[in-house]
C-alpha cells in the first residue's frame, strides 16, 4: 500500500511517501512544501494546495496519514497551521484519498513504542526502518514519514 504522510505548516508541510507491503516499509519519496515569510496567507494556501494536488497526482498514494493538531506550544501559530491543515484536508477529499489522523504522542509511540520521545529518536528510527542513509531532512519531512510509518502499523 502506498502512503503518503503529512506534516501540516505554513512555512514549511513536510511530505513523505511509503510503500507498505506486509512489514516491509519502502520510501519511495519525501520532501517539504515551502512558502516564503512575507507572503500573504491565502498565497501561501494556494501554494500548499496546488503543491499537494500535483504530489497526489503524481504519485497516487492509497492512503494519506496527517498529523492531527490537539495542543499548541505557540498560540500564535495554531491558526496559520490549521488553515493550511484545512487546505490539505480539502486537497485530498477531492481527490477521495482515505485520510487517517495521528496525534504527535500516537506517532512517537507508533515509530519509537514510547510516547515522550524526543524527536532525533524518532528521526533515527524513521531511517533504520525505511533503511536510509541518513535521517530525512527537513525535519518536516523526517516527521512526515513517521506519521506514514504510524498508518502502516494499522494495515
Known sequence: MRILGLDPGTAITGFG????NNDNLTCLHYGAIKTEAGTK???RLVLIY???ESLLKEYKPEAVAIEKIFFFKNPKTIVPVSQARGILLLAIAKQNIPIFEFTPLQVKMAVTGYGRAQKNQVQEMVKNLLNLEKIPKPDDAADAL?????YSYLL
Not at 17 to 20: M, V
Not at 146 to 150: E, G, P, T, W
Open 41 to 43: 496567507d491565502e498565497d
Open 50 to 52: 496546488s503543491e499537494l
Open 17 to 20: 511517501l511509503i510503500e507498505a
Open 146 to 150: 513517521a506519521i506514514a510509518i504510524s
